[in-house]
Nanobody
Framework: QVQVAESGGGSVQPGGSLRLSCVVS????????MGWFRQAPGKEREFVAA????????YDTNSVKGRFTISRDNAKNTVYLQMTSLKVEDTAVYYC?????????????????WGQGTQVTVSS
């Protein structure tokens, strides 16, 4: 049984930083592409960033580009989302997702396994 577990959310002031972590168990992590999505109240879940199995390619949406960085440590079965220069509009529940495929995707339906989410709140 594959399990995906996020951690690292919390409350921070605008301009602050947080690092989210996501641990995957029950499957060979190094063969999987991973993604981060977020969902704000009253909005649909949206793509944030994704990373291939070998971390050679990453990308994210224009709204977070230059501020968020996705990375992975295959030895620890963990993917990270480093968030800097946080804005109020980054407030959301952040979800980690895993694909059976080794190649990244920005499409929510391409992901096979999901975590429960971790809340990130940015406010003054």
């Amino acid at each position: 049984q594959v399990q995906v577990a996020e951690s690292g959310g919390g409350s921070v002031q605008p301009g602050g930083s947080l690092r989210l972590s996501c641990v995957v168990s029950g499957r060979t992590f190094s063969n999987q592409a991973m993604g981060w999505f977020r969902q704000a109240p009253g909005k649909e879940r949206e793509f944030v960033a994704a990373i291939n199995w070998n971390a050679e390619s990453t990308y994210d949406t224009n709204s977070v580009k230059g501020r968020f960085t996705i990375s992975r440590d295959n030895a620890k079965n963990t993917v990270y989302l480093q968030m800097t220069s946080l804005k109020v509009e980054d407030t959301a529940v952040y979800y980690c997702a895993a694909r059976r495929s080794p190649y990244r995707s920005a499409w929510l339906n391409d992901y096979d396994y999901w975590g429960q989410g971790t809340q990130v709140t940015v406010s003054s």
